[in-house]
């Protein structure tokens, strides 16, 4: 696991957009997989910066996002559909029918489950996964307790996660229960993994992620276990985290 301590968020956001131009710059036919939350806002502005600035094309690109709110059409302006059309695809040239946000207002769950999976899976896989993290240690959806076999899945929200995204909603009570959300398993099969968190209130979530052993009751810990992940911290994210991981001698293994 590559670990890269940065000064803020405005230094992760640029640092971050930096490895997706990269990454489509050396395979333009690059398959990204995209978060949603405010953590990858930053990041999303700075590679439309740098996609205006230097004429990067993503018209060869796809995408797969992690998730999608049960329930919110995918034109309601909290879906995530929404949320990525605003903060990228309508400011690059990734063709429209190349983006995919899983149905969440779907009759049948879940043959769009199944349908998601196999989309990536014919797509060839994803390059790169985008991620941040919730407070509890969740990735995408995936609460503490999701397998590690998991895959793309409809989902309960813990209260704590529904409290934490109600500041995107009117009321506490029009943030939706469930989501659909690809797996742990999914998220681990793609080839490099990207994990931004920023801020103090997720120091506590690094640690966790970061110590100790893997387990499902802190999902993003199962992420030692892949081997390619990059994570990229602020100062105040990584304020938990004990000197032998800040020297690099922890997690083991990776
Ligand atoms: N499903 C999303 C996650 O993908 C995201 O990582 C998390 C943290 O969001 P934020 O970056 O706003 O703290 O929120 C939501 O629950």
Known sequence: MKF??????????????????????????????LA?????????????????????????????????????????????????????????????????????????????????????????????QVLGIGNNGHIGFNEPGSPADSVTRVVQLTDSTIEANARYFDSVDQVPTQAVSMGIKTILGAKKVLLLASGEAKAEAVRLMLEGEPTADVPASLLQLHPNVTVIVDHEAASKLTTSVLAGTKPSGS
């Open 4 to 33: 890269v301590i940065v000064k803020d968020y405005a230094e992760l956001s640029r640092k971050a957009a930096e490895m997706l131009v990269s990454e489509v710059k050396a395979n333009p036919k690059s398959v990204f997989g």
């Open 36 to 128: 949603t939350g405010g953590t990858p806002v930053g990041m999303y502005r700075e590679l439309i910066k740098l996609s205006q600035a230097q004429s990067i094309d993503f018209s060869q690109a796809s995408s797969f996002n992690l998730d999608e709110y049960v329930g919110l059409s995918s034109t309601h302006p909290q879906s995530y559909r929404s949320y990525m059309q605003e903060n990228l695809f309508n400011h690059i040239n990734i063709p429209a029918e190349k983006t995919q946000v899983p149905v969440g207002n779907t009759i049948d769950h879940l043959a769009e489950c199944a349908r998601y999976e196999e989309a990536i899976r014919l797509a060839g896989g994803i390059d790169i």
